[in-house]
């Protein structure tokens, strides 16, 4: 009965730190989104930012561009023999354009961004950890947080919603591919019904607003998973498979919440 | 140049988890001097230049650089301070997308307006200092241990910061380096009258440096003074650390139980022992 009573405080013991373990480290989290995005960026951070925006933008191009192309052919693939079965596959363009602008391209870059980008920030800013580059920065008297973080934070962030238009862009390119040039919709219709269905700031400025609230997450999860780490070789290895575990649960419970409150009438 | 100590620390209490790394620990890091920390390994001399660089905070105690309270200072002041510091690292620490000049032509370019033909002249003459222009289109990457400890140097000085904190400088180093470190320790030291602080436990070379020295042992200061007084010094953990000798009060193996019970486990035999 007293060894029953004992496992019982010793498992509650172990949430209760669990809990306070989970609320301190989402505190930091916080005090360190605060300290490194809050600033007036000097012209050498203009720089780092232009780098970090090569490094983490315009290399995931190519994974997002031809992603995006797959994803556009498939679903003009899959939608033309549902509709062709209702006579309705003139609306081909319309359902293309509105899945990929509403849902499948602010989520799939996203995922796409924090596999390829995200889990190499964390390498990077956990490799420069565990070989005391940063605090060697901090004892030259500059802050890591606004050089190191900053940068790549803001590259981030500007970045995602950029590769989302291009995904968007290109996917409506492979729907009109296959729905278009292979399976013989009329061009028309294709462009016509989408041009009337679409419409500004419900479909794409939403897809948008997803797409940016993504970027934050995804880039905030992976710069802090990296700045937090254990510095050994094994941390190292764990925080970058978070960075692509907690960025993937993020992105697909916020796109369920975001999607509710702007498409679901909440 | 005033006579007040440059770093003065307090009653200074450091844990990690349960193990305690300093226990009330006192001292007084002179202006101008070359000051050693030296100890066993596993003593807390690495952390304690990192409470004095203020990326630790203690439990309780205070550390003062310049009359200035290091632990409560704003970020940003903490920031404009270490602008007066520089610290040579164990590892080198250098930054790795970095070659050799813009590591050390780091610290110009974020905290002065030089032009560029002025930063490269000094790079040229600190990494001149320590052996290495001619290694300046190297990665970090590319160098030894020792030679990224000379770069780290070089870049440590690049500012001709008033304090300069050494961790472990002689490590890995051959003897001809050995001897060049020494020299320019010592050398940068009276050329730019600034304060050393030297943590090392290379007796022979850091004894030949020193003006002051600390010897800490299980989270305490357990003596200090010139390098002549500690060698002749009495006390059973002092003459054994500064003579190097294996048996002493000083134990070599880390606190574990009975070797005899950890072979034998829980046998009739080892109870009997």
New interface residues.
């Given amino acids: 009965m007293q060894s029953k009573f004992s496992n019982s405080t010793a498992r509650i013991t172990r949430l209760g730190r669990r809990g306070c373990d989970l609320m301190e480290a989402l505190g930091r989290a916080g005090v360190f989104l605060f300290?490194s995005a809050v600033g007036v960026p000097s012209r050498?951070g203009w720089r780092l930012w232009l780098h970090q925006m090569h490094f983490v933008g315009v290399l995931s191009l190519a994974i997002v561009l031809v992603s995006g192309l797959f994803i556009g052919m498939v679903l003009a693939l899959q939608g033309y023999t549902i509709l062709v079965d209702f006579g309705a596959e003139q609306a081909l363009g319309q359902m293309v354009a509105l899945s990929l602008l509403r849902e499948l391209a602010p989520v799939v870059a996203a995922l796409l961004f924090a596999g390829r980008a995200g889990s190499a920030l964390t390498a990077e800013i956990g490799?420069?950890k565990a070989?005391?580059?940063l605090?060697?920065?901090?004892?030259?008297?500059?802050?890591p947080l606004r050089?190191v973080v900053a940068p790549r934070l803001w590259a981030g962030f500007v970045s995602l919603p950029i590769l989302t238009v291009g995904f968007s862009v290109v996917g409506i390119w492979g729907g009109y591919l296959v729905g278009v040039e292979w399976l013989g919709v009329f061009e028309g219709s294709y462009w016509s019904n989408m041009q009337a269905s679409v419409t500004f700031v419900d479909d794409i400025g939403n897809g948008m607003i997803k797409s940016a609230v993504f970027a934050l997450v995804v880039t905030w999860i992976a710069v802090f998973q990296g700045y937090d780490l254990v510095p050994t070789s094994e941390g190292i290895s764990r925080a970058t498979t978070r960075t692509v575990v907690y960025s993937s649960l993020a992105v697909l419970g916020l796109d369920f919440v975001l999607t509710a409150i702007m498409f679901g009438g909440l | 140049m005033t006579d007040a100590p440059f770093i003065e620390i307090e009653e200074l209490y450091f844990s990690r988890g349960d193990h305690e790394i300093f226990r009330g620990v006192n001292m007084t890091i002179p202006r101008g001097k070359v000051t050693a920390i030296m100890g066993p390994s596993g003593t807390g001399k690495t952390t304690l230049l990192?409470l004095i660089?203020g990326?630790l905070t203690p439990e309780s105690g205070r550390i003062l650089i310049d009359g200035q309270d290091v632990h409560k200072l704003s970020?940003k002041a903490l920031?404009?301070l270490?602008?007066r510091?520089?610290?040579l690292?164990q590892?080198g620490?250098?930054?790795?997308d970095l070659d050799v000049f813009e590591n050390v032509a780091?610290?110009l370019r974020?905290?002065t307006d030089l032009p560029n033909t002025m930063v490269r002249d000094l790079v040229l003459l600190k990494l001149q200092s320590v052996g290495l222009r001619g290694a300046r289109h190297l990665t970090p990457a590319e160098l030894s241990g020792g030679m990224a400890r000379r770069v780290?140097l070089a870049?440590a000085v690049a500012l001709d910061p008033e304090l300069i904190?050494y961790d472990e400088p002689f490590v890995g180093q051959d003897p001809i380096s050995m001897g060049v470190l020494v020299q320019l320790i010592k050398r940068l030291n009276q050329a730019l009258q600034l304060t050393s602080v030297v943590v090392s436990h290379d007796i022979k070379e850091t004894l030949s440096i020193a003006d002051y020295l600390y010897l800490i042992a299980d989270g305490q200061v357990v003596a200090h003074g010139t390098p002549q007084t500690l060698d002749t010094n009495q006390d059973p953990r002092v003459s054994q650390f500064i003579h190097g000798e294996p048996d002493g009060p000083v134990p070599f193996h880390y606190p574990a139980e009975a070797f005899y019970r950890d072979i034998l486990g829980d046998s009739p035999k080892a109870q009997i022992g």
Avoid: N, Y
């Fill in positions: 300290q050498e490799l420069m070989t005391e580059q605090t060697s920065m901090e004892m030259i008297g500059v802050d050089r | 990192k660089g990326q970020r920031f404009t270490r602008k510091m520089g610290m690292f590892s620490a250098l930054f790795s780091f610290p974020v905290h780290a870049r904190l």
